[in-house]
C-alpha cells in the first residue's frame, strides 16, 4: 500500500470461520480478499459523498484485477484478525492520454500467531497476508461506446486523479512467472467442465468473483497430480484478471499451464466458453502453492 492520506486508511476486526483457516493453521487466500469490504468499503465508501453522485449516473467501479499473497504464519482461528486498508483513485495514460480509471485498493491482514490443533498460543499479531484489488471505472449499463471513463464529475473526488496507476492487460495473469520452469509445453483444457448455478452467484448478479480461484485451484492439482507432483499444499499467491462476468446456466472450461517456480509448484491460465475454445478468456490467472 502507498502512502495515503489518512482519511483514506481504515481498520477493521472481525471473526474467523472455521473455512477460513487451512489445516497447518495458514489462512485461505480467498479468505483475504474480504477484508476489503471491512475497512475500505464499509469504513471508508459506503457513506462517501460521492456513492449517490454515481448512483444517478450509472458509473460503477468495477473488479477487474485481484491479487492476493498469503504468508506462511500460522493464525488462531479462534481470535479475531486485525485488518488496515486503503484505497487511491488513479489514471492510465496512452500516449499522453487519459485511457482509463481506477479505483485501487489495499490491505493488510494480521492475526495472532498460533494454533487451535495441535494447540498453540495465542501469539502475537503476525501477517496472514495482503490484497490488491483493482477497480476499473466504467458506466457499465452504457451502450459500449458509451462505457469508458475519463474523468469524473463526482462530489469529494478529483475529475481526473493524480496518481498513475500502471494498468496491464488481462492476459498478462495467464503468463508464466519470469524464473518458472514450464511442467506442459502448451495450456492444456482441464478434464471438468464447469456448469454454474445460483451457488456460485452473489448479489451482483453474477458469478462471485471467489468462486474463480478455488475453479483454477481444484484445476491445477487435478493436473499436478496427474503428473505425480505432492499435492498437499495451499494456494499461497494468486493474480487474477477478469474481463467478462459469467451468469448461472453458463458452462465453461479451465487451460492451464503448470510450472515450478524453485521448490514451489505452480499454474497460470484461462477461463473460456466450455464449447469455444478458442474464445477471448472471461477470467485469467496465477496462482502459486506452497
Not at 89 to 95: G, K, S, T
Request: proline letters at 8%.
Amino acid at each position: 500500500m502507498p502512502e495515503l492520506a489518512p482519511e483514506r486508511v481504515a481498520t477493521a476486526s472481525f471473526p474467523l470461520r472455521y473455512e477460513d483457516i487451512a489445516q497447518d493453521g495458514r489462512m485461505m487466500a480467498t479468505a483475504l480478499p474480504p477484508a476489503i469490504g471491512w475497512t475500505v468499503w464499509r469504513q471508508l465508501l459506503a457513506d462517501h459523498p460521492s456513492a449517490r453522485s454515481m448512483q444517478r449516473q450509472g458509473l460503477v467501479a468495477i473488479l477487474s484485477r485481484l491479487t492476493v499473497d498469503g504468508s506462511d504464519e500460522s493464525i488462531r482461528v479462534d481470535q479475531k484478525v486485525e485488518a488496515t486498508g486503503g484505497y487511491q483513485l488513479a489514471r492510465h495514460e496512452v500516449d499522453g492520454a487519459v485511457e482509463k480509471l481506477f479505483l485501487n485498493m489495499w490491505v493488510e491482514v494480521r492475526g495472532a500467531r498460533g494454533r487451535v490443533v495441535p494447540p498453540e498460543g495465542p501469539g502475537p499479531s503476525v501477517i496472514a497476508g495482503r490484497v490488491f484489488a483493482e477497480h476499473t471505472f466504467t458506466r457499465i449499463f452504457a451502450t459500449p461506446d458509451q462505457r469508458r471513463v475519463t474523468r469524473l464529475e463526482l462530489e469529494g473526488l478529483p475529475a481526473v486523479p493524480e496518481a498513475l496507476h500502471p494498468f496491464s492487460a488481462p492476459r498478462t495473469a495467464m503468463e508464466l512467472p519470469l524464473d518458472a520452469e514450464p511442467l506442459d509445453d502448451d495450456y492444456v483444457p482441464d478434464e471438468a467442465i464447469t456448469v454454474f448455478g445460483l451457488d456460485h452467484t452473489d448479489s451482483n448478479q453474477h458469478v462471485n468473483s471467489l468462486v474463480y480461484p478455488r475453479l483454477f485451484a481444484e484445476a491445477a492439482l487435478r493436473r499436478l497430480a496427474a503428473r505425480g507432483r505432492p499435492c498437499r499444499a495451499l494456494v499461497r499467491a494468486l493474480d487474477l484478471a477478469y474481463r467478462k462476468p459469467s451468469f448461472a446456466g453458463d458452462a465453461v472450461r479451465i487451460h492451464l499451464r503448470t510450472f515450478t517456480l524453485g521448490d514451489r509448484a505452480g499454474a497460470a491460465g484461462f477461463l473460456v466458453d466450455a464449447d469455444d475454445a478458442a474464445a477471448r478468456p472471461r477470467c485469467c490467472a496465477r496462482i502459486i502453492f506452497g
